[in-house]
């Protein structure tokens, strides 16, 4: 199905002249489609798997990790050009999908109804902080490392639990990251280098159950980390800090986002640590934080 996708973005992109915005959020939406669909089967996505029920649990999905309506709704919008596609194409019958299936809509209607951006002020992420380096749980170097680099870099859950230990290097108290091991961008940290260091000189030898373990974040198995580790290790903190809000990594993005725009950083740069593809998530994610700080100020 992978052939079709490429043929359809060409057709939108060179023949029907949809604009570039258009474009990188189809692209993007018919990406994370096809990866929820290999990541179910384990294998890749053939034309059998692109069904209603798939189409309901991919939405579903996507709600569950915060996806607001109108991300959602234009999910389902491009699923539904690419289905029309593949029926000119002859590859799928005539209305195979029920895309107004109460299956379908039912995600849509319970995911947020707007895309407010929110991010961690500094009273609360100082509160994080104490609370962490004040704790006696075993794991407490560990997280603390976590939310530092997620606060101060932004990168997505997917790349940080990628990191190995050789994407570390360590000089005069300074940790620099490798966060593009193709493109050797390494990122010089500031304020998360001490938990970092923390972590590395003490907290990460609680975890190691075996003599060669390369993965920088461990579990408590002294296996590789996995998203839904972070996650929950995030949810975990935010409780016990008492956030108003639920302390997830979007809301550790968002807030990392502000910081690096307040220091000046370009925004290629801002684009590139986010691992955002499209420049315009970057702009669009800025002026909605940007509106926020006004509506609170």
């Given at each position: 199905m992978?052939?079709?996708?490429?043929?359809?973005?060409?057709?939108?992109?060179s023949r029907l002249?949809?604009?570039?915005s258009t474009?990188?959020a189809?692209?993007t939406?018919?990406?994370?489609?096809m990866?929820?669909?290999q990541q179910r089967s384990?294998?890749f996505?053939?034309?059998a798997?692109?069904?209603t029920?798939?189409?309901a649990?991919?939405l579903?999905?996507?709600r569950?990790v915060g996806c607001?309506?109108s991300?959602?709704?234009?999910?389902r919008a491009a699923?539904?050009?690419f289905?029309?596609f593949?029926?000119?194409?002859?590859?799928l019958?005539?209305?195979?999908?029920?895309f107004?299936?109460?299956?379908v809509?039912?995600p849509?209607?319970?995911?947020?109804?707007?895309?407010?951006?929110e991010?961690?002020?500094?009273v609360?992420i100082?509160?994080?902080n104490?609370l962490?380096?004040?704790s006696?749980?075993?794991r407490a170097?560990?997280?603390?490392a976590?939310?530092?680099?997620?606060?101060e870099t932004?990168?997505s859950?997917g790349?940080?639990?990628?990191?190995?230990?050789a994407?570390v290097?360590v000089?005069k108290?300074?940790?620099?990251?490798?966060?593009?091991?193709q493109?050797g961008?390494?990122?010089?940290l500031g304020?998360a280098?001490k938990?970092m260091i923390n972590?590395?000189n003490?907290g990460?030898?609680?975890?190691?159950r075996?003599?060669?373990?390369?993965?920088?974040f461990?579990n408590?198995?002294g296996?590789?980390m996995?998203?839904?580790g972070?996650?929950?290790?995030l949810?975990?903190?935010?409780?016990?800090a008492?956030l108003?809000?639920?302390?997830?990594?979007?809301?550790?993005?968002n807030?990392?986002?502000v910081s690096?725009f307040?220091?000046d950083?370009?925004?290629?740069a801002?684009q590139s640590l986010l691992g955002?593809?499209?420049p315009?998530?970057?702009?669009?994610l800025?002026?909605?934080?940007?509106?926020l700080?006004?509506?609170?100020?």
């Amino acid at each position: 199905m992978q052939d079709y996708v490429e043929d359809f973005l060409e057709e939108i992109h060179s023949r029907l002249g949809y604009s570039k915005s258009t474009y990188l959020a189809y692209a993007t939406d018919l990406r994370r489609f096809m990866g929820y669909l290999q990541q179910r089967s384990g294998d890749f996505p053939r034309l059998a798997d692109f069904s209603t029920s798939q189409i309901a649990a991919f939405l579903e999905a996507e709600r569950q990790v915060g996806c607001n309506r109108s991300t959602l709704l234009r999910r389902r919008a491009a699923l539904q050009s690419f289905a029309a596609f593949l029926q000119r194409r002859g590859a799928l019958p005539q209305s195979p999908f029920e895309f107004h299936a109460l299956s379908v809509l039912e995600p849509i209607v319970r995911a947020r109804p707007q895309n407010r951006a929110e991010c961690l002020s500094p009273v609360q992420i100082e509160a994080l902080n104490r609370l962490m380096r004040a704790s006696q749980r075993p794991r407490a170097s560990r997280d603390h490392a976590i939310l530092s680099l997620l606060l101060e870099t932004g990168i997505s859950i997917g790349r940080l639990v990628k990191l190995d230990l050789a994407d570390v290097a360590v000089e005069k108290g300074r940790v620099s990251l490798n966060l593009q091991p193709q493109a050797g961008f390494w990122f010089r940290l500031g304020a998360a280098s001490k938990p970092m260091i923390n972590y590395l000189n003490d907290g990460r030898l609680e975890f190691i159950r075996q003599a060669v373990q390369p993965a920088l974040f461990l579990n408590q198995t002294g296996q590789r980390m996995s998203r839904q580790g972070v996650w929950q290790v995030l949810q975990y903190w935010g409780r016990a800090a008492s956030l108003p809000l639920s302390l997830s990594p979007r809301l550790a993005r968002n807030t990392a986002a502000v910081s690096l725009f307040r220091a000046d950083v370009p925004l290629e740069a801002i684009q590139s640590l986010l691992g955002h593809r499209n420049p315009h998530s970057t702009q669009a994610l800025l002026h909605r934080l940007a509106k926020l700080e006004d509506d609170e100020g």
